[in-house]
Nanobody, 118 residues
Framework: VQLQASGGGLVQAGGSLRLSCAASGRTSSGYTMGWFRQAPGKEREFVARINWSGNMKYYADSVKGRFIISRDNAQNTVYLQMNSLKPEDTAVYHC????????????WGQGTLVTVSS
């Protein structure tokens, strides 16, 4: 499985960005997708995840109410709509793929940089 993330960029505080992550390769049904981020000098942290049917979504407290995760299974793509961005949201955002039989994420994308200026 290959994951290609896109949509990052430079935005002012209070602005919005939409990240996309396209999965290709042996993507059987039932997989969970997640977004993580890593700011400079910090450890990687969980941002959001969504199950196959899209009816179960989980968010980190730091982004709850501002970020929305969604997916299009026909396109094997997951999205992260980021609103009301803050400078502390600045990070490299990675998408991750977890097969339905796995307890952890199996594949990771290369990441896309989001920079929020104050």
């Amino acid at each position: 499985v290959q994951l290609q993330a896109s949509g990052g960029g430079l935005v002012q505080a209070g602005g919005s960005l939409r990240l996309s992550c396209a999965a290709s390769g042996r993507t059987s049904s039932g997989y969970t997708m997640g977004w993580f981020r890593q700011a400079p000098g910090k450890e990687r942290e969980f941002v959001a995840r969504i199950n196959w049917s899209g009816n179960m979504k989980y968010y980190a407290d730091s982004v709850k109410g501002r970020f929305i995760i969604s997916r299009d299974n026909a396109q094997n793509t997951v999205y992260l709509q980021m609103n009301s961005l803050k400078p502390e949201d600045t990070a490299v955002y990675h998408c991750a793929f977890r097969d339905r039989a796995s307890s952890d994420y199996d594949y990771w994308g290369q990441g896309t940089l989001v920079t929020v200026s104050s």
